[in-house]
């Protein structure tokens, strides 16, 4: 099987790569244990060293490597340099953080001492994908070192370089051979790799086919698995909300990452007091967008990653149109020039039983919703199969809590963009996954919790 760079934005294959074979695979694997025998007994410190290093060759390097990612997905080189230095920041959270996050927690029982004490599991199988091609990678691998296991990727096959330059950014850190590997392999080999004994758990970020196939191939071996999935994140306005704010946040909420993020704003819930307003400044915002070359400053919104993503969208938006959806900007596919462009769009009046109500738009689509009230609000947003990230917008303290409270997601962002950062866990419910990533809660999901009792 071959496996190729595509650049998005025009269609051209511009490098190709030779997936590894059984044999090599099997090297892989028995390098990763050897390598963990060894990495699992190194101190906090030198691993911190290490670390450190690591954003420190980002940093260096996040031009070449913003290159890379724009080239092979299609981000802007702006926000695709922004992720390289997003990578920098986890690696460092974690070098500062981890020794706290894993020292031995005392407990007073029976027992002349008794404690708990988090130990490392060994390979860990990371299968990421091709939106967030850096930091998906990042946010896995610099926990999950630190706390002493070692990393195996199974990358998105549009996205090899990143995959490649990954490994290589580790070892030029310092980080002993075979800590971290890249496994250039097609998704039929993920059960295999899964079901090894060497192998003792694994996290994914994809779609929820991807995630449901590996739990069930983990599952089938009693191994642990994380899963950040897909998202329809609700952004709910009401009429106490600052609307130029409001507005500004909902345009990158919703085309950051040319839309192609899972906690993207995606349905946009409105206060009919406000609606008319909002809809009309969204539309004006999406209208001033600029779409083009994503190594172009000037440009807004780049290529979608695929031509299936952008077959895949499209076949939405028109479904939705025919069901009677109305559109204020936008509508379809750009298919007079090369490349996977999708030009911002904006579907109103969306019926119920569209694919408005139950699927992920995965691109620069908005879909907006009009409510009498807050109940009507928080019913519309919970309606929906996914539970990843919600953000509301409202003056009213009564309001927010209930927000907080009442909104079925695993993150809730009152008056600002939804966001991962390394200081929060990360993660869903629903079909949106389950398990957390970043945080303490994260660097804990990858490691023994062994109850130690002494007499």
């Known amino acids: 099987m071959t496996i190729a760079t595509i650049n998005p934005a025009t269609g051209e294959t511009i490098k190709t790569f030779e997936a590894l074979s059984d044999r090599e695979i099997e090297e892989k694997l028995a390098t990763a244990q050897t390598a963990f025998e060894s990495y699992r007994r190194i101190p906090f410190a030198q691993k911190a060293k290490w670390m ?6 980002l940093e260096k390097d996040k ?14 080189l702006f926000s695709a340099i922004a992720e390289v230095e997003k990578c920098a920041l986890v690696c460092r959270y974690y070098a500062d953080n981890a020794e706290k996050f894993l020292a031995d927690v005392p407990a007073e029982t029976d027992a002349s001492s008794s404690f708990v004490r988090y130990q490392p599991l060994g390979v860990i199988l990371a299968v990421m994908p091709w939106n967030f091609p ?4 990042f946010r896995f691998a610099a926990p999950a070192l630190m706390a ?3 990393g195996i990727l199974k990358h998105a096959s549009n996205v090899p370089q990143c995959a490649l330059n990954i490994e290589e950014i580790f070892l030029e850190a310092g980080i002993p051979d075979g800590a971290f590997q890249t496994l250039l392999v097609s998704a039929d080999k993920v059960a295999k790799i899964i079901a090894d004994d060497r192998v003792k758990a694994a996290t994914l970020t994809g779609s929820e086919f991807a995630g449901a196939s590996l739990a069930e191939n983990a599952g089938k071996q009693i191994k642990k698995t994380v899963l950040e999935l897909g998202g329809s994140d609700p952004f709910i306005v009401m009429e106490s909300a600052d609307l130029e704010t409001a507005v500004r946040t909902a345009t990158t909420a919703r085309t950051m990452n040319n839309g192609q993020s899972c906690i993207a704003a995606k349905r946009f819930i409105l206060a009919e007091a406000i609606a008319d307003e909002f809809e009309q400044r969204l539309t004006e915002s999406f209208k001033a967008l600029r779409v083009g070359d994503p190594m172009d400053p000037e440009t807004d919104i780049g290529p979608l990653a695929t031509p299936d993503i952008q077959n895949d969208l499209d076949q939405l938006v028109q479904t939705c149109i025919q069901k009677g959806s109305n559109v204020l900007v936008g509508g379809s596919a750009w298919r007079d020039r090369p490349g996977n462009f999708y030009p911002p769009t904006i579907l109103k009046d969306n019926p119920p039983g569209s694919p408005a109500y139950d699927e992920e ?6 879909l907006v919703f009009r409510v009498s009230g807050i109940d009507e609000a928080i019913a519309l947003a919970n309606n929906s199969p996914f539970g990843l990230g919600a953000s509301a917008w409202t003056a009213n303290s009564d309001q927010r809590d209930r927000f ?8 809730v962002f009152i008056n600002g963009l939804v966001k991962s950062d ?18 303490i809660q994260g660097i804990h999901e990858f490691v023994n919790i062994k109850t130690v009792w002494v007499k």
């Open 63 to 76: 031009q070449r490597f913003g290159n890379i990612i724009t080239q092979e997905m299609g981000k802007t």
């Open 404 to 411: 907080i409270n009442e909104l079925e997601a695993g993150a």
């Open 134 to 137: 850096f930091w998906q990678v």
């Open 422 to 439: 390394p200081r929060l866990p990360f993660g869903g419910i629903k079909r949106s996954g389950y398990g957390r990533e970043l945080s």
């Open 361 to 366: 738009f995965f691109g620069p689509v908005a």
């Open 52 to 57: 450190n290093a690591t954003a420190e060759v």
């Open 148 to 150: 002493g296991n070692v």
